[in-house]
């Protein structure tokens, strides 16, 4: 009779220790695979992140912010609603990372046994899809200076390609980060016009006005003529991940091509130099699908000012059917959200992805889980709204009447994307409408 009380005693006692007893999560066992798989891509020396994060001593500091930016998802950035398509690269924390990685602050951010530690990501210095097979580099450092506004800059770089070569993997890296906003590296297929005045390893800058009727003439001769289109190969921007193909696909660069650098330079308030290059690793047997990069893209809009929700919509119609590989919307500071929308021959319509909350501090590809078959006659439909309020705290001027423009302060309003078709097909042809002939009997 006396025991009953004492057992209620201790159970008590053995509960109250639990609640004030310190996790047992720890980073080396706990924290670390996820800092592997979510984190380290972006925080480690060289990349994007101000701090890196590949081992105790550097997290410890941070655990707090860690905390708090996981709970906020504010961090690893993403932006797809969940709602709509299923992405490779989806890189939001699920609900038991988020736990793991505040049970580890809240109990004491321990660091654990070095036992348990994962063995280190082998990480290639200087590149996220590992050793390329050749680097394509600026030829000669490019001055940027302090203050002023920079036109975007040209500089063509041969491939020095004596056959047709197939691309499977391929980076982009800025020499200064610091000063360079995005690098966009094209493929300009021999037989092209397309700067033709630029001289090889020299910063060209196009006329910023041309006769419209040769502009025109040019843009005609180009859509006749698919071998003579610039394609895009690779680019570099804020988030922006590497080209990492799978064995059964690659893009082309055909022999002969000029690899096209465009550059974005932003002055900072002090001077410095820039070499940018870019890193290709090529396949090793003959793809079956050619990967290719086009968008629905409209320029001619006019944002008010203060208009806080302002839509501008865009669309692309296949001519042939081909399978959807990526999406990557594109805006400046004040773009606010972002939809791509498949219309299909049958009238059916899917949302391909959905972008409610649009950063432009992160400039991402979605990945498809599985590509998606467009058939012929299926059309993209964009849907993009932009915030020209003063409540956009990132609006440089919510005054201004807002143009396209290539400069951050201006806009832009891209619907990129990846389409895979058969390696011996043309994908320039999928978008490309046919000519009805006007001749008698045709």
């Keep these: 009779m006396f025991l009953r009380p004492v057992l209620v005693g201790a159970c008590a006692a053995v509960l109250s220790y639990a609640a004030s007893a310190p996790s047992q999560t720890t980073f080396t066992k706990d924290v670390l695979p996820i800092m592997q798989k979510r984190c380290q891509t972006c925080h480690r020396p060289g990349e994007v992140a101000p701090m890196s994060f590949l081992t105790y001593s550097e997290v410890?500091?941070?655990?707090?912010?860690?905390?708090?930016?996981?709970?906020?998802?504010?961090?690893?950035?993403?932006?797809?609603?969940?709602?709509?398509?299923?992405?490779?690269?989806?890189?939001?924390?699920?609900?038991?990372?988020?736990?793991?990685?505040?049970?580890?602050?809240?109990?004491?951010?321990?660091?654990?046994?070095?036992?348990?530690?994962?063995?280190?990501?082998?990480?290639?210095?200087?590149?996220?899809?590992?050793?390329?097979?050749?680097?394509?580099?600026?030829?000669?450092?490019?001055?940027?200076?302090?203050?002023?506004?920079?036109?975007y800059q040209y500089i063509v770089i041969p491939s020095g390609f004596t056959k047709d070569t197939w691309v499977q993997a391929a980076e982009a890296r800025p020499g200064n980060r610091k000063l360079v906003h995005h690098i966009i590296a094209f493929v300009r297929p021999p037989g092209s016009k397309w700067l033709s005045e630029a001289k090889p390893g020299v910063p060209f800058v196009p006329p910023a006005k041309k006769d419209?009727?040769?502009?025109?003439?040019?843009n005609d001769e180009e859509q006749d003529d698919s071998?003579?289109?610039?394609?895009?190969?690779?680019?570099?921007?804020?988030?922006?991940?590497?080209?990492?193909?799978?064995?059964?696909?690659?893009?082309?660069?055909?022999?002969?091509?000029?690899?096209?650098?465009?550059m974005h330079y932003t002055a900072t308030g002090n001077a410095g130099t820039d070499r940018s290059r870019i890193g290709v690793i090529y396949a090793k047997e003959a793809p079956k699908e050619r990967v290719f990069t086009s968008n629905a893209t409209n320029s001619k809009f006019v944002i008010p000012p203060g208009d806080p929700a302002f839509k501008v919509v865009s669309s692309i119609t296949l001519q042939q059917s081909a399978r959807l590989v990526d999406?990557?919307?594109?805006?400046?500071?004040?773009?606010?959200?972002?939809?791509?929308?498949?219309?299909?021959?049958t009238g059916e319509t899917q949302v391909l992805l959905s972008v409610p909350k649009y950063d432009f501090n992160w400039q991402l590809f979605y990945y498809l889980s599985e590509p998606i078959t467009l058939p012929k006659g299926t059309r993209i439909d964009c849907t993009a709204h932009f915030d020209n309020s003063p409540n956009n705290r990132y609006n440089p001027d919510p005054k201004a009447e807002v143009r396209w423009g290539d400069q951050t302060?201006?806009?832009?309003?891209?619907?990129?994307?990846?389409?895979?078709?058969?390696?011996?097909?043309?994908?320039?042809?999928?978008?490309?409408?046919?000519?009805?002939s006007t001749k008698a009997g045709l």
């Design 60 to 151: 410890r500091p941070w655990a707090k912010a860690i905390r708090e930016a996981v709970l906020t998802r504010k961090m690893p950035p993403w932006f797809a609603d969940p709602h709509y398509g299923k992405f490779e690269n989806d890189r939001s924390l699920a609900k038991d990372e988020i736990d793991t990685v505040v049970s580890w602050v809240d109990g004491g951010a321990r660091e654990g046994d070095s036992k348990d530690a994962p063995k280190p990501v082998a990480w290639v210095d200087g590149w996220s899809i590992g050793k390329p097979d050749q680097v394509f580099e600026m030829p000669h450092d490019f001055d940027v200076p302090a203050a002023g506004t920079i036109e």
């Design 212 to 218: 419209d009727e040769k502009k025109k003439k040019n």
């Design 227 to 262: 071998a003579a289109t610039p394609e895009l190969l690779i680019g570099f921007a804020p988030g922006l991940v590497p080209m990492t193909l799978p064995s059964t696909q690659a893009k082309l660069v055909k022999a002969g091509s000029d690899f096209v650098f465009q």
């Design 327 to 345: 999406l990557m919307p594109h805006m400046h500071y004040r773009g606010k959200d972002f939809e791509y929308r498949a219309v299909y021959p």
């Design 409 to 436: 302060w201006e806009e832009m309003m891209i619907g990129w994307f990846d389409v895979a078709v058969d390696a011996n097909s043309d994908p320039v042809d999928v978008f490309r409408e046919k000519k009805e």
